[in-house]
C-alpha cells in the first residue's frame, strides 16, 4: 500500500479513531456536503483519517466497516492532489488484493464442498435423519457466502464511487477494464470513469498500458448502440478523450461511430418531415391558413463535428506511429559477421631466401 514512510503501517491507529470511523460508517448515507463530515473532524483530523485508507487496506475485509468509513468521510474532504494520487493508487492496489483474496476463497470453497457433497450423500443413503443435518449445513454456509459477497461488493463499490470523486486520472486504465468488475459493480465504475475523462490531456497519449485504448473503444462501442439525442453525453466524452490519448486502434470503432451517426441524423430528419408535414396538412384543412415552418435543430450535428476532428486525428498518428514502426525496424538482413575484413595481427609471414626471385639459366637443357 501507498505509505509516507515506512514505519506507518505498523503504527495501531487509536480506539477513539476506529470508533468514529464506525459511526461514519452508519452514517454514510447521510452525507452530501462537507459540511456533514465537519462534526467528525471535531474529535479526529483528516490526517488520520488519511492515514487510515493509505495503510489499512492489508487488513480487509475484516476491518471493512472503519475502512468504509473512512472512505465515506475523505470523500466529503478537502484533500491535496498529492494526497488524492495517493489515496487513488492505495484504493487501485486494495482492489487488486480483494480479488485475490476472492479467488482463493471460492477455490476453497470449491474444494470443500467437492469433498463435502459426496460424504453427505453417503450419509443421507445410510441414515436418512442426516438429511437435516445436510439442510443445516448447506443453509448456513449459503447464508455466510451471501453476507461474504454483498459486504464485498458494498467495500468495492464505495471505492470505486471515491475514485471518480478523486479525479486522478491515472485510474483511467483500471476503472476501463469492466471485465474485472462483477455485473453488479460495472456501472459504479463506468460511471466514475467518465467522470474521470475530462482530466485527461495529450501528455497521456502512449502513457498507459496497451490495453487502454481497446477497453475505450469497447465502451464507446457500447454507446453507439445506445445513441439518441437525450444519450449523447458518454458518446461525447469519450470522442473527447480519444482526441486525447487514443491512437490508430480506434479508427475502426470511431468510424463506425460516424456510420451510425449518419444514419441517425438521416432518420431523425425524416422523422421531423413526417411530423411537420402533418402539421402542415392539419393547419391546412382547419384554418386555411398558411403552414407555419419551424427549423429543428439536428441534436447529433455538434457531436459528429467532433468525431470529423477524431478520425482526422487518428489518421495523422497513425502515419505517425507507421513510421516510428519503420525507424526502429532493421533495414536489411544481419549480415554474417565471419565475412568481415579483420586487421592483420602480428608480424606477416615472409618467404624463405631461396624462394625469391633469381636469374634464371638458360643455358641448360
Known sequence: MQKNEPEEGKRVPSSYLIGELKRAYRSRNSFVVEADVASFYKHITQEEVLWYALNKGNELPENR???????????????????????????MEVDGVLVKAWKRNKQWSLAFWA???????????????????????????????????KNALTLRKSYLTLLGDLQIPEAVPFLAQTDRFPLRLRETATKSLYQLLPTLTP??????????VPNLCSLLSNEIR?????????????????EK????????????????????????????????????????????????????????????????????VLLERRIQEEQHDTLLRGSSAPVDTSQLLRPITGKP?????????????TDKP
Do not use: C
Open 65 to 91: 466497516e472503519e475502512y468504509i468509513g473512512a472512505l465515506s468521510l475523505l470523500s466529503h474532504s478537502k484533500l491535496t492532489e498529492e494526497e488524492r494520487r495517493s489515496l487513488a493508487l492505495t484504493l
Open 115 to 149: 469433498i463435502e457433497i459426496p460424504v453427505i450423500g453417503y450419509l443421507v443413503v445410510s441414515n436418512p435423519g442426516f438429511i437435516i443435518f445436510f439442510w443445516i449445513t448447506f443453509s448456513g454456509a449459503y447464508h455466510t457466502n451471501y453476507v461474504s459477497t
Open 203 to 212: 501528455a497521456h497519449y502512449r502513457a498507459f498500458s496497451k490495453e487502454t
Open 245 to 312: 490519448m487514443g491512437d490508430s486502434r480506434a479508427i475502426l470503432t470511431v468510424e463506425a461511430l460516424q456510420r451510425e451517426l449518419r444514419e441517425k441524423q438521416k432518420s431523425f430528419e425524416e422523422l421531423q418531415l413526417r411530423a411537420q408535414s402533418a402539421t402542415w396538412n392539419r393547419n391546412v384543412y382547419e384554418t386555411a391558413a398558411p403552414p407555419e415552418i419551424r427549423s429543428v435543430s439536428n441534436p447529433y450535428f455538434e457531436l459528429q463535428n467532433k468525431v470529423s476532428h477524431l478520425l482526422y
Open 226 to 242: 445506445r445513441l439518441s439525442p437525450s444519450n449523447l453525453e458518454r458518446a461525447t466524452l469519450m470522442v473527447e478523450a480519444l
Open 349 to 361: 609471414e615472409q618467404e624463405p631466401a631461396e624462394q625469391l626471385l633469381r636469374v634464371r639459366d
